[in-house]
């Protein structure tokens, strides 16, 4: 079974790049036939997708935030990062790394919280 | 506001079939496979249906999706108590050229 871990600090100041790493064990992000997936929930609020990476060097975006994101990946590590610039309050959210999406193996991280605050 | 459109709230008592709804249009669920997430506050979404209606391994047949034309249904039968969640649509919209999720249907319990 596929399991993912996200990991980056819990506060980021305004106007900051907010950047999180996901771990990923049980699977290789190598394979071509899957995709590798960032979501994010604010409070209160319902799971938004930011986008994912398909290997060796596909990226598809949320076209709301496509100007401030990059998803990019260490496979020598296994690890998957997610990278937005110039965040706001309206960016604080539990973030979400899951995989290998639109497959039956799709597992989710727990989730790590981000604050923006200065 | 969602590009997918999901009841805010649904409920059902111990024993009982509900079904969520998930309308969209013709450049997401009318053309693309749905998936359906089941989310516990303060833990990990999990996957309950993919390629529409298909079930993970370990996910019981209390649980089924179906579409039609532009919406999609999960049915959940034998309702029980620990079956109370939001619980999440998502589908690739081709107009977008993204992933979307629906609004979240949160399943009481009665």
């Known amino acids: 079974q596929v399991q993912l871990q996200e990991s980056g600090p819990g506060l980021v100041q305004p106007s900051q790049t907010l950047s999180l790493t996901c771990t990923v064990s049980g699977g290789s992000i190598r394979s071509p036939d899957y995709f590798w997936s960032w979501i994010r929930q604010p409070p209160g609020k319902g799971l938004e997708w930011i986008g994912y990476f398909q290997y060796p060097g596909s990226t598809y975006y949320n076209p709301s935030l496509k100007s401030r994101v990059t998803i990019s990946v260490d496979t020598s590590k296994n690890q998957f990062s997610l990278k937005l610039s110039s965040v706001t309050a309206a960016d604080t959210a539990v973030y979400y790394c899951a995989g290998p999406t639109n497959s039956e193996l799709d597992s989710w991280g727990q989730g790590t919280l981000v604050t923006v605050s200065s | 506001q969602s590009v997918l459109t999901q009841p805010p709230s649904a409920s059902g008592t111990p024993g009982q079939r509900v079904t969520i709804s998930c309308s969209g249009s013709s450049s997401n669920i009318g053309i693309n496979y749905v998936y359906w997430y089941q989310h516990l506050p303060g833990t990990a979404p999990k996957l309950l249906i993919y390629g529409t209606n298909q079930r993970p391994s370990g996910v019981p047949d209390r649980f089924a999706g179906s579409k039609s034309g532009t919406s999609a249904s999960l049915a959940i039968s034998g309702l029980r108590s620990e079956d109370e969640a939001d619980y999440y649509c998502?589908?690739?919209?081709?107009?977008?050229?993204?992933?979307?999720f629906g609004g979240g249907t949160k399943l009481t319990v009665l």
């Open positions: 998502a589908v690739w919209d081709d107009s977008l050229s993204g992933r979307v």
